[in-house]
């Protein structure tokens, strides 16, 4: 069941944005970014609870556990959040889980089922209550975090590769799609940011990707945060079915 909690008597601000897999690093800094613009926030987490309250002690937010493997926690998150907010202005999704580094004979259905409905079926069914909420209501935005691996693949993580390309082939039939519902949609697309998610590089192999880079460094998930709020925000309102690479210039075309 989804729990949900929020904080009483914050002040009322005008834009509300829903951050699905606020508790990742990326997704927490991306929740701080719409906090200081006096957005309202949903945000969602499973397994990793963070104290929200602690991280964003001015922000007017609401938590629910989500667990996106299950689809009719999705439908009834969406519900409990149309009756906690009056409007819905941006959705970012920015949940997902990495691949096991394996070769594909040793991929596993297992492996490969939950790679799909957590990194893209969800995106796709979140996008998808989002849009019934919003269209034709008032102008919204969604931002799906992709990864700058679609461009050129990634060996030993096929699978991880196909759930995350999968997001720019959304976001291009989505901005068509949607666009005469008031409704854009883009994909930021990360290269290697120094997150969680990457300790298991060591810092030698930090290093040398960072070499690789022509900015000379790994990402931060700032780095992300400002990228995905600007596609979220007025001064991108002619801005739709874009991929945005935010790697250092590490894939240059």
């Not at 906690?84 to 490969?112: H, N, P, Y």
């Amino acid at each position: 069941m989804i729990q949900c909690k929020g904080k009483k008597g914050a002040k009322m601000i005008r834009k509300t944005a829903i951050i699905i897999g606020a508790s990742s690093d990326i997704g927490l800094e991306i929740a701080k970014k719409f906090a200081k613009a006096n957005y309202d926030l949903a945000l969602t987490y499973n397994s990793h609870k963070l104290d929200f309250e602690k991280e964003l002690p001015k922000a007017n937010l609401k938590t629910y556990k989500l667990d996106l493997r299950k689809t009719e926690e999705i439908a009834q998150f969406f519900a409990e959040v149309q009756k906690d907010f009056k409007t819905f202005d941006s959705m970012v999704f920015c949940a997902g889980i990495s691949q096991k580094r394996a070769l594909v004979l040793d991929l596993t259905d297992a492996e490969l089922d939950n790679l799909f409905e957590i990194n893209t079926k969800a995106a796709i069914r979140c996008v998808r209550e989002f849009a019934k909420l919003t269209a034709n209501k008032n102008p919204s935005n969604i931002t799906l975090i992709g990864s700058f691996v679609e461009k050129n693949g990634c060996s030993c993580e096929s699978a991880y590769t196909s759930s995350k390309s999968a997001m720019s082939g959304l976001c291009k039939s989505l901005a068509s799609e949607l666009g005469n519902l008031d409704i854009r949609i883009n994909v930021v697309a990360p290269g290697f940011i120094d997150t969680k998610m990457n300790n298991n590089l060591t810092k030698a192999e930090k290093e040398d990707i960072a070499d690789m880079t022509p900015l000379h460094r790994l990402g931060t998930p700032e780095d992300i945060a400002n990228a995905t709020y600007f596609l979220s925000s007025d001064a991108a309102s002619f801005i739709t079915g874009q991929t945005l690479y935010v790697d250092g210039g590490l894939i240059l075309e």
